[in-house]
């Protein structure tokens, strides 16, 4: 096991340096002058003059060999830069809205599994039954409804029924519990209503698909009680794709928080993204993207190793 | 076909000869859901190319005496905090939403396909460099690589469609075609008739285009009619971050974003009908995909 798990933490290393050279890249390839675009969203005059003076500012006029080892350089000792915009460092602003994004991010995770795996698992016992069809209408619809719609229907709801909003601005759960889950159960439940319905429909074809095992016929035929039959044979191993889909639409959550802290403003990773893409600041979007990549290989890893634990086939691998 | 039996010979019934179904008929009786799903689309289609017709009003007139009004037999959906009519809107926005997501979703599954059947043919140092890229891509919510691509390429205006806001919503779609383009170029590659047409000394431009990409238009259309749906709803969450689509221009998701929050309670049909027409059509395009995956090839479930 720990051999595995020193394998898979050191292929992790590879994969961040591929993604921060690709985000070098991408900035610096395209057709498109990257100062021009940000000028232009300054609402500044683009001079030749203005263009060389803001190159020069962001160190641009330098070989692209030079600009590539002092990026490097500076990422192995973990500076992001500084946004072009605020003039803060890049770590500062993230680490500044992080929190509220990952509480939100927790939560809804919560909210997915402990509404999407039970939801899925009815559903695949009871095949084609008004249950079923319940589920499977709601989760057809999780994947059609915009999350921001469905964020300002929320909205909406609080206003018609309690005629109440939820205060604006963030309070630690350390400091106020009421007042910090009071607020942000709202956009957790509109960012976890489409991971649910994702959840639930991954549980429920995985229980189909091992119901129709033979190890489960054989559980039956040597009369283990169903109850036994479903929560030993069936569920726990329709259990593995289930919790690869929980960790990517985990990793994918900022998809959705992107929206949804617009709708409820909130200030978090999804709306500085925003904000540093209207702005056009390069920097900023550079950090927020390899910020987005790591978490996504972090939450790989997680995943293979609850597969290791789950599934002992893995680890001897 | 079956309406002149031979003289000779046992008779046989009507029915007992086998008929080549009518695509369509089987199509319907097979999937009724997907023929659900596309009778919606034709309907938004009417909307988007009978606008003009459809639509009672101008979608851009203003009008200070009607602001905010609710549902009326005049203003169906009520009208917005500048005195438009949101249906007429509603009707002229489903041509923003079609011809962006439809030109989009093609584009991208096209770079896809032609993408992913290079890399399956070729194999190799060319697989490997091109897998390596989508994996990248394949790591980011396509929100986010549309955000990027937004950020990096500005706007620019061609024939009254913003031509780099079809390029960052069709980019994320890119990575997914090309997968699964590869993953059929693969089996493909091993047929004999590709074998047949290398030993005929064709170039490796026409084998990849007449032999191998015209294999691999079931999955491709299977994934653009739900690309479609993804590039519907990724350009109304761009429109309503303020990314994309801009005022004037009638667009579901821009009705929904800036000032139209503040309208919560005095005006919240400004907001519920433009979510439905979102929902509505995201959810008759997924249908219509999911089941023509399930009726022209079954293997990809899943």
């Not at chain 1, 232009?40 to 330098?62: F, H, N, S, Y």
Request: with cysteine.
């Amino acid at each position: 096991m720990l051999g595995f798990l020193l394998r898979r933490i050191l292929l992790v290393i590879p994969t961040l340096i591929g993604v921060a050279v690709a985000v070098f890249f991408l900035i610096r390839i395209v057709p498109g002058d990257v100062v021009v675009v940000k000028l232009r969203a300054d609402g500044a005059q683009v001079t030749q003059d203005a263009i060389d003076a803001e190159r020069k500012r962001l160190g641009l006029d330098k070989p692209l060999a030079v600009q590539f080892t002092d990026y490097m350089l500076g990422l192995a000792v973990g500076d992001l830069g500084k946004s072009l915009w605020t003039g803060e460092s890049v770590a500062k602003e993230i680490a500044i809205r992080f929190p509220v994004s990952f509480q939100v991010a927790i939560m809804a995770t919560l909210i997915a599994v402990l509404i999407g795996v039970p939801l899925g698992i009815l559903s695949g016992l009871h095949r084609e039954s008004w249950i079923d069809n319940t589920v499977r209408v709601l989760a057809v619809s999780g994947l059609a409804i915009p999350g921001f719609w469905l964020g300002m229907l929320i909205i909406l709801m609080l206003l018609a029924v309690f005629n109440w909003l939820p205060k604006i601005g963030y309070v630690s759960i350390f400091e106020d519990p009421v007042a910090n889950l009071t607020a942000l159960i709202w956009p957790a439940l509109s960012v976890g209503y489409r991971y649910a319905a994702v959840v639930a429909r991954m549980m429920r074809s995985a229980l189909l698909e091992v119901m129709r095992e033979d190890y489960v016929r054989t559980a039956r035929a040597k009369g283990v009680f169903e109850r036994l039959v479903v929560r030993r044979h069936a569920v726990r191993n329709a259990l593995l794709p289930v919790v690869t889909v929980v960790g990517l639409e985990f990793a994918f959550l900022i998809g959705g928080l992107v929206v949804t802290e617009q709708v409820f403003n909130l200030n978090g990773i999804g709306k500085l993204f925003v904000d540093a893409t209207t702005r056009g600041d390069f920097t900023l979007i550079q950090g927020l993207v390899l910020l987005i990549a790591t978490i996504f290989v972090i939450v790989n890893l997680v995943v293979d190793i609850l597969y290791a634990y789950l599934d002992p086939r893995i680890r001897l691998q | 076909m079956a309406t002149t039996a031979p003289a000779a010979g046992p008779v046989i019934g009507a029915d007992a000869i086998p008929q080549r179904p009518n695509p369509i008929l089987a199509f319907i009786k097979a999937q009724p859901l997907g023929f659900v799903g596309f009778l919606i689309v034709l309907l938004y289609f009417a909307f988007a190319i009978g606008a003009p017709w459809i639509a009672p009003f101008d979608p851009e007139a203003v009008d200070f005496a009607a602001m905010l009004s609710g549902p009326s037999l005049e203003h169906l959906f009520g009208t917005d905090q500048y005195g438009r009519d949101v249906f007429s809107r509603l009707v002229y926005g489903a041509r923003t939403a079609l011809s962006v997501g439809i030109i989009s979703a093609l584009a991208g599954c096209s770079a896809g396909a032609l993408i992913g059947a290079t890399s399956g043919y070729f194999g190799g140092m060319i697989d490997t460099i091109i897998q390596r890229i989508v994996d990248i891509m394949l790591s980011f919510p396509i929100i986010v690589l549309a955000m990027v691509v937004v950020a990096v390429l500005g706007k620019k205006m061609l024939l009254g469609i913003d031509v780099n806001l079809i390029t960052a919503i069709a980019i994320p779609m890119v990575p997914k075609m090309a997968r699964i383009a590869r993953s059929s170029t693969l089996s493909i590659a091993q047929m004999p008739y590709i074998d047949a047409a290398r030993a005929a000394g064709y170039s490796h431009a026409r084998i990849v285009v007449r032999h191998i990409l015209p294999n691999i238009v079931a999955p491709y259309l299977i994934m653009t009619t739900a690309f479609i749906a993804q590039a519907i709803l990724l350009e109304a969450s761009l429109s309503f971050l303020g990314l994309g689509v801009t005022e004037p221009t009638p667009a579901w998701g821009l009705m929904l974003s800036g000032t139209s929050a503040d309208f919560y309670k005095a005006a919240p049909w400004m907001i519920l009908f433009p979510g439905l027409a979102i929902t509505l059509a995201v959810f008759a395009f997924n249908l219509l995909g999911d089941s023509l995956r399930d009726w022209l090839d079954p293997k990809m479930k899943g």
